[in-house]
């Protein structure tokens, strides 16, 4: 006797998890890709390097990439990774910014803006990567501040964050990682702050 197929009811469960999974291996892939840039120049590194270090399967990339010109471009953006930083009020912004350094580094072990500190940085891929920051990061922080010298307060706003990301996930800190991120927050936000929002005159 044949098996009768019945439609799917509202009872029945999501394909969630496959989404989840689809999500986490381009994660994966993604964090592979940043690693090798990382340390090796774009046109060293092929699509089997990224596949064994993030455990899938090169078709794999192409078929959520594309090819490998598409997904180092999406590894050399800022843009997904600056709207996360920056995804707060302007008065709150520098405990925000503060405490999602913190947090990428504690529980994903990386922040993504940090790899332009540690990326190779010459040829083409480097200017793409500093022009990238640049546009993507600090002059997008830089147009939403008011008052003089926008564009100096937000470098030096976005370097002081960088230099508590290096301390905190490449030098390891250890009294640094031994607080609470609360209290480095409390410390540190401040320090951001004053050049999002220089006290007046």
């Given at each position: 006797?044949?098996?009768?197929?019945?439609p799917?009811?509202?009872?029945?469960?999501?394909?969630?998890?496959?989404?989840r999974d689809a999500e986490a291996t381009k994660a994966a892939i993604l964090r592979s890709a940043r690693y090798l840039l990382a340390?090796?120049?774009?046109?060293?590194i092929t699509l089997k390097d990224v596949a064994e270090r993030a455990g899938v399967?090169?078709?794999?990339?192409?078929?959520y990439f594309g090819n490998k010109d598409t997904l180092f471009?999406?590894?050399?953006?800022?843009?997904?990774?600056?709207?996360a930083l920056l995804d707060a009020p302007l008065p709150e912004l520098g405990r925000h910014m503060v405490r999602h350094v913190l947090e990428s580094q504690s529980e994903r072990g990386a922040?993504?803006?940090?790899?332009?500190?540690?990326?190779?940085?010459?040829?083409?891929?480097?200017?793409?990567?500093?022009?990238?920051?640049?546009?993507?990061v600090t002059e997008h922080l830089a147009a939403r501040l008011t008052?003089?010298?926008a564009g100096l307060r937000a470098e030096l706003a976005v370097g002081t964050l960088l230099g508590l990301g290096v301390m905190y996930g490449i030098a390891r800190g250890r009294h640094l990682r031994a607080s609470a991120v609360e209290d480095i927050v409390d410390r540190y936000a401040p320090l951001v702050q004053v050049q999002l929002t220089?006290?007046?005159d």
């Open positions: 006797m044949r098996a009768v197929s019945t799917p009811t509202a009872s029945d469960p999501a394909p969630a998890p496959a989404r340390r090796h120049a774009h046109t060293d399967s090169p078709p794999l990339i192409l078929k471009a999406r590894v050399m953006s800022f843009e997904t990774d600056a709207a922040d993504p803006l940090l790899r332009i500190a540690f990326a190779p940085l010459h040829g083409e891929q480097g200017d793409i990567l500093r022009t990238n920051f640049r546009t993507q008052g003089p010298d220089p006290p007046a």
